[in-house]
């Protein structure tokens, strides 16, 4: 495989600026950024920093102000809303920080509820396996603790067999032991089906599991890292 082949996104000159009435503020400014197949990236930083920005941009929520942005080569910059529709349902999967499970469906129904719209999904029994919750399929989310709705959350993600799954503070509501199993989950499933997995975090403890460590800092990118000794996520500790 090719150098080239590898690159799942790739961005260059980045910028986003969102217009708050007479006020212009910069969410990002001038990122470059690759980023390769199977890798877990942890991206740092303090709020305000554009964490977030940049990860909506990767997932086809939201539109570069300037700047270029491709996906396994494709250029995404001026897709329309269709294209990224399409886009998000067919390559991405999100975790976010609250869970946003339907309350009325069971763990299956849940994740059921992204494998009828997908291409080649697992079924919900597979998913919800992967994630340590296959004798929980049946119990809604009032009754599965935050970390097992996270887990659910993380299945429906994973379901409809994305290339790239992005996770958005996924341990930010969990206590250190619930967010380590959690954290668990995501290493399996990066290791196991290499699923290129960027996972955003203000806890730098969580960078040591990472293959590379990218530090934002005011729009920009401060630093890039790969930890010399890549920590299995079990061996965290906050």
């Known amino acids: 495989m090719t150098e080239a082949a590898k690159e799942v996104f790739a961005v260059t000159g980045l910028s986003k600026v969102y217009d708050m009435g007479e006020v212009q503020v910069t969410a990002l400014s001038g990122v470059d950024l690759t980023l390769r197949a199977g ?3 942890v991206l740092l930083g303090p709020s305000g920093s554009g964490k977030s920005t940049l990860l909506n941009i990767l997932g086809g929520l939201d539109h570069p102000s300037a700047g270029r942005f491709f996906y396994q080569g494709r250029d995404l910059t001026s897709a329309t809303d269709r294209e990224l529709t399409d886009f998000r349902r067919y390559h991405v999967g999100f975790v976010f920080q609250f869970y946003n499970l339907i309350p009325s469906l069971t763990a299956r129904e849940n994740v059921a509820a992204v494998t009828e719209i997908a291409k080649q999904p697992m079924t919900p029994e597979a998913a919800l396996a992967l994630v340590g919750l296959e004798e929980r399929l049946d119990h809604f989310p009032a009754q599965l603790s935050g ?3 996270q887990r659910v959350a993380i299945a429906r993600a994973i379901a409809k067999n994305p290339a790239v799954l992005l996770c958005d503070e996924p341990t930010g509501s969990l206590d250190s032991k619930t967010g380590i ?5 995501l290493e399996r499933i990066n290791q196991e089906l290499g699923t290129t997995t960027i996972l955003i975090t203000h806890n730098i403890v969580i960078a040591a599991m990472a293959d ?5 800092a005011d729009g920009r990118i401060a630093g890039i890292e790969s930890p010399t000794e890549r920590l299995a996520a079990r061996d965290l500790i906050w």
């Open 147 to 149: 970390g097992e709705q």
């Open 39 to 41: 890798e877990l990236v």
């Open 181 to 185: 199993v959690v954290l668990e989950v």
């Open 212 to 216: 590379r460590v990218i530090k934002l």
